[in-house]
């Protein structure tokens, strides 16, 4: 059982269109070549692909000579382009161009203005003019950005010395206070170990329900008057009674 008659038309399905060129494409150069091969025929084959694709047959060397003895057999004479008049123009026209440029640069230097005409030497004074007021205008518009830079640096410059400044000041009085409130400690230390303390006749750790007693020597009948006392020690908790004997 053969297989169905193809219909010729195009394959929609790129994909299907695709692997049918290249089976056929195989197909054909095995063919082209077993018909040079046993035939000894000088066969030249040129295939594009949908893609634009070149496959020659045989190698383009080859195919070059095929070509060449078609066109000598069919009589065809290729027409040769001789462009080297174009290029020669094309020449002298880059080197006026050249040659008016280095003398329109000649002229806005100062240089060489004697064989111009006073209309030209007017158009060239405004261009130079339009030339400078442009100039000009970038020159202040770049200025005013450095001075708005500038004007924008200053004020955090002087927003961080302001905070540096009430950084110091609070800094320094916190140490001013931290050395009046160690200043008292020691007074308070050294009156404290000027004050011998004694509890029942012999020195002992004080606690929260010792009494105090500081005797001085005097003439007069001793006096106690109580006074209160807030202890410094740890172990002190309480307030202990001090009678000072005068």
Known sequence: MGRGKIEMKRIENRTNRQVTFSKRRQGLLKKTNELAVLCDAQ????????????????????????????????GIQLPVQDNREELYS?????????????????????????PLPLEELHKHEQQLESSLNIIRA???QLTQQQLENLRRKE??????????????????QLHEQQQQQQQHQQQHQQ???QMPFIYGG???QPSSSTVLQLATSSSSPHQFYPYR??????????????????
């Open 155 to 172: 004020q955090m410059l002087q927003t961080d010395n302001g905070s540096m400044y009430r950084w110091l000041m609070g800094g320094g």
């Open 229 to 246: 006392l807030q202890p410094t020690h740890p172990n002190l908790q309480d307030y202990g009674h001090v009678n000072f004997a005068e």
């Open 202 to 204: 012999e020195d002992q």
């Open 191 to 193: 009156l404290m170990g």
């Open 43 to 74: 066969i030249g084959l040129i295939i594009f692909s949908g893609t634009g694709k070149l496959h020659t047959y045989p190698n383009p060397t080859s195919l070059e000579q095929v070509i060449q003895r078609y066109l000598n057999v069919q």
């Open 90 to 114: 094309e020449l002298q026209a880059l080197r006026e161009a050249i040659l008016n440029a280095e003398q329109s640069i000649r002229n806005y230097l100062g240089e060489d203005l004697g």
């Open 138 to 140: 970038r020159k202040n």
